[in-house]
T-cell receptor, first 115, second 115 residues
Framework: AQSVTQLGSHVSVSEGALVLLRCNYS??????LFWYVQYPNQGLQLLLK??????LVKGINGFEAEFKKSETSFHLTKPSAHMSDAAEYFC?????????????FGSGTKLNVKP | GAVVSQHPSRVICKSGTSVKIECRSL??????MFWYRQFPKQSLMLMAT?????????EQGVEKDKFLINHASLTLSTLTVTSAHPEDSSFYIC???????????FGPGTRLTVL
């Protein structure tokens, strides 16, 4: 069975501080892992994805995530937060089903950036 | 990246009426599209998988007669909420499988409010 757990529904950081959003997954097969960002009343925008290549994945807007199989984690980080990073972030795992992948989403983490 | 649009972005309707939401892939062909529902402060829940030219596959607990899905072409899928009730009020988001089988691109969402 597949599942995603995001620790912390709300994270608050100061502008310029490190951003760390946690994601742990459970998958019975080698997973594909994703981070998406959602701004208010908008759909999801892909930040980055891990598909069994390099374990450290770099995404847009300065975000990156590291796949750690031993810890079943895929935490999202950014060295220096910007006000525009305030949004909700979703971690997802996908599993191949025939010729497409089914996605399972975490419950989301809302990031607040303080001036 | 791949672009997915949804129309309308916001709709308000009376209880008992039907509402149709369109999802289009603008710059790629999508043999598979997905419909999600997102309740306030919650994650996305997959409702159904829509395959071009065939019947949709619904997730457990989703009423197929209430949420009619049609995937008539490689760039268009529609979700019709029939006989809508206030409890159907939600944010509906579609996604389309892009050129890579492992990635989904999301539409901006449709906010449905049933009075």
């Amino acid at each position: 069975a597949q599942s995603v757990t995001q620790l912390g529904s709300h994270v608050s950081v100061s502008e310029g501080a490190l951003v760390l959003l946690r994601c742990n997954y459970s998958s019975s097969v080698p997973p594909y892992l994703f981070w998406y960002v959602q701004y208010p009343n908008q759909g999801l925008q892909l930040l980055l994805k891990y598909t069994s290549a390099a374990t450290l994945v770099k995404g847009i807007n300065g975000f990156e995530a590291e796949f750690k199989k031993s810890e079943t984690s895929f935490h999202l980080t950014k060295p220096s937060a910007h006000m525009s990073d305030a949004a909700e972030y979703f971690c997802a795992v996908s599993v191949a089903l025939g010729n497409f992948n089914k996605f399972y989403f975490g419950s989301g983490t809302k990031l607040n950036v303080k001036p | 990246g791949a672009v997915v649009s949804q129309h309308p972005s916001r709709v308000i309707c009376k209880s008992g009426t039907s509402v149709k939401i369109e999802c289009r892939s603008l710059d790629f062909q999508a043999t598979t599209m997905f419909w999600y529902r997102q309740f306030p402060k919650q994650s996305l829940m997959l409702m159904a998988t829509s395959n071009e030219g065939s019947k949709a596959t619904y997730e457990q607990g989703v009423e197929k007669d209430k949420f009619l899905i049609n995937h008539a072409s490689l760039t268009l899928s529609t979700l019709t909420v029939t006989s809508a009730h206030p409890e159907d009020s939600s944010f509906y988001i579609c996604s389309a499988r892009g050129g890579e089988a492992d990635t989904q691109y999301f539409g901006p969402g449709t906010r449905l409010t049933v009075l």
